[in-house]
């Protein structure tokens, strides 16, 4: 049986992966998303980590590295308030540490600058990208999560005879998901993926830090109970 320890410490590990490698790549590899690998580069990124993740800790935590997956699989029934408590406060001290390599590896490149929404950070409004609106990037975020979690409330699913690949659907669409994203918020579907940045950027990351903790977390909310109301439970009542 696994222990709780090994799970805390698997999805602290495996988001302190996505934030360092999936912001690493913007941050280092294409730092306003147009150049080095470019989105696509960006895309895939984030998307590789969550593959490699699945793959590396899946078996020990179910590799959610995510608050809004975990909280979406309470709402599923599939997981217990008490042990999602454990997995979100892993998973942000993952993504503070992930966030807090890649600020150190940031800071001493004799050209660093910790501008605006700096580390990656998720934001939207005048300065940030294309300069969408509040309203969009919530609208963004909560559809682009719910999208995510009926991919892997779908794809986890018991009645799934391809669950082992799961950990590649659950990855590629998070890479579909920032191919179309980037522009609106820089992406993050994930509300620890954005306080690990934040935390370190500051500014406006900061204040606009809610919108990328309650957009995710109900559109995983809502994507759980249509999941199981709409898609689940009409098939085993057959």
Excluded at 53 to 70: D, E, L, R, T, V
Excluded at 167 to 192: M, R, W, Y
């Amino acid at each position: 049986m696994i222990s709780k320890t090994s799970k805390f410490v698997a999805e602290m590990f495996g988001t302190m992966v996505l934030v360092l490698m999936g912001c690493g790549s913007a941050v280092i590899a294409g730092a306003d998303g147009t150049t080095g690998v470019g989105l696509l580069g960006i895309s895939f990124a984030f998307g590789l980590s969550v593959v490699a993740m699945a793959y590396a800790i899946g078996h020990i935590s179910g590799c959610h590295i995510n608050p809004a997956i975990s909280i979406a699989m309470v709402a599923a029934g599939r997981m217990k308030m008490g042990e999602a408590v454990r997995y979100v406060i892993a998973q942000i001290l993952g993504a503070i540490i992930g966030a807090g390599i890649l600020y150190l590896i940031f800071t001493n490149h004799p050209g660093a600058e910790m501008k605006p929404w700096a580390l990656g950070s998720n934001g939207w409004g005048t300065g940030y990208l294309d300069q969408y609106n509040t309203l969009a990037a919530f609208v963004a975020e909560f559809v682009f999560t719910f999208i995510f979690l009926m991919v892997i409330l779908g794809s986890t699913s018991t009645k799934n005879i391809n669950g082992g690949f799961a950990g590649l659907a659950i990855g590629f669409s998070l890479v579909l998901i920032h191919i179309v994203g980037i522009k609106i918020t820089g992406v993050s579907v994930n509300p620890a993926r954005s306080i690990g940045p934040a935390i370190f950027a500051g500014g406006e990351s900061l204040t606009q830090l809610w919108l990328f903790i309650a957009a995710p977390v109900l559109g995983g909310i809502f994507a759980a109970f249509t999941y199981n109301f709409m898609i689940e439970k009409p098939e085993s009542a057959n």
